[in-house]
């Protein structure tokens, strides 16, 4: 089945206590990337990733680091989180053509809750 | 500041109804347009895309895309009670074919 695998779901941890959320697809796709949704400011991209080991900002990338040294894995770490991190988190992937940016299939999303 | 604009509603209809879901953008060279359905607490599940202007139908969902006036509409036939959720525009930024500009939703309730 193609899917796209994020853990863990759901998280509650301490402000500076390093995290990593791993995202796992098998559809073999170039383009993944990261998002964080929170109420009344909708979907923002934190990082995105056209291909292994090329990576690049979003919208929001402060506090966040990713690295994409398969294919398959692009995990999102928190190198020292803070409660303005706790957020939805959603994992998404996509073939990458011509004509660029094709649907995203996304991840069931991990819930992170920073105290 | 590139943006895609969707009223955030709720959009009541009845069930059996015809549900219009509209969505402005204000990057004129955008190539693609995405439509994206999101339960409560669940991740947003693709809906349709379209490329063309002109219309596209799968199913009981019909995409609409008019470039020259920048706007893409979903239109959901016959309205079951299971289609209430969120519905989310997504719109390629215009020069930059890694990126989408994401709308906030519109909150579709159907009404057995």
């Known amino acids: 089945e193609a899917q796209v695998t994020q853990n863990p779901r759901y998280l509650i941890t301490v402000t500076g206590k390093k995290l990593t959320v791993t995202c796992s697809q098998n559809m073999n796709h170039e383009y993944m990337s990261w998002y964080r949704q929170d109420p009344g400011l909708g979907l923002r991209q934190i990082y995105y990733?056209?291909?292994?080991?090329?990576?690049d900002k979003g919208d929001v990338p402060e506090g966040y680091k990713v690295s994409r040294k398969e294919k398959r894995n692009f995990p999102l770490i928190l190198e020292s989180p803070s409660p303005n991190q706790t957020s939805l988190y959603f994992c998404a992937s996509s073939l990458f053509k011509g004509r660029g940016n094709q649907p995203q299939h996304f991840g069931d999303g991990t819930r992170l809750s920073i105290l | 500041q590139k943006e895609v604009e969707q009223n955030s509603g709720p959009l009541s209809v009845p069930e059996g109804a015809i549900a219009s879901l509209n969505c402005t953008y204000s990057d004129r060279g955008s190539q693609s347009f995405f439509w994206y359905r999101q339960y409560s607490g669940k991740s947003p599940e693709l809906i349709m895309f379209?490329?063309s202007n002109g219309d596209k139908e799968d199913g009981r969902f019909t995409a609409q895309l008019n470039k020259a006036s920048q706007y893409v509409s979903l239109l959901i036939r016959d309205s079951q009670p299971s289609d209430s959720a969120t519905y989310l525009c997504?719109?390629?930024?215009?020069?930059?074919?890694?990126?989408?500009?994401w709308g906030l939703g519109t909150s579709l309730a159907v009404n057995p």
């Open positions: 379209i490329y």
């Open positions: 990733s056209m291909n292994v080991e090329v990576t």
């Open positions: 997504a719109v390629q930024e215009a020069g930059n074919n890694r990126k989408l500009i």
